[in-house]
């Protein structure tokens, strides 16, 4: 616990802050619904920064945000739902870069 309160009182001194991880976007356009499995999806964009479940869909979601006082905040989003069978059902990319 002190070492999250000292990260995030770091982070807060120098102006800045981070959530989730980097994740590949380039191929977002090439997910095809009712094809793409999960196991495609993870290979291509790796762990989900967090995992749920929606109406009873699973859902994956892929964060990148980094923020900083002296500078426009850089966002990338992608949550993808499955179906029963583990093929994508839908997906959203939000990005403001």
């Not at 002190?2 to 976007?25: H, Q, Y």
């Not at 291509?44 to 479940?53: H, L, M, N």
């Not at 699973?58 to 992608?78: C, G, I, K, M």
């Not at 583990?86 to 870069?97: A, I």
Request: charged share 20%.
């Amino acid at each position: 616990m002190k070492t999250k309160l000292l990260v995030v009182l770091t982070a807060a001194a120098a102006g800045c802050a981070s959530v989730g991880r980097p994740f590949p976007s380039d191929g977002v356009r090439s997910i095809a619904l009712g094809k793409t499995t999960q196991a495609q999806i993870e290979s291509a964009y790796g762990k989900p920064y967090r995992t749920g479940v929606e109406d009873g869909d699973t859902t994956w979601n892929y964060v990148d945000e980094h923020w900083s006082l002296f500078a426009q905040p850089r966002t990338r989003d992608l949550m993808v739902r499955f179906n029963a069978d583990g093929t994508v059902k839908s997906y959203q990319f939000n990005t403001n870069q």
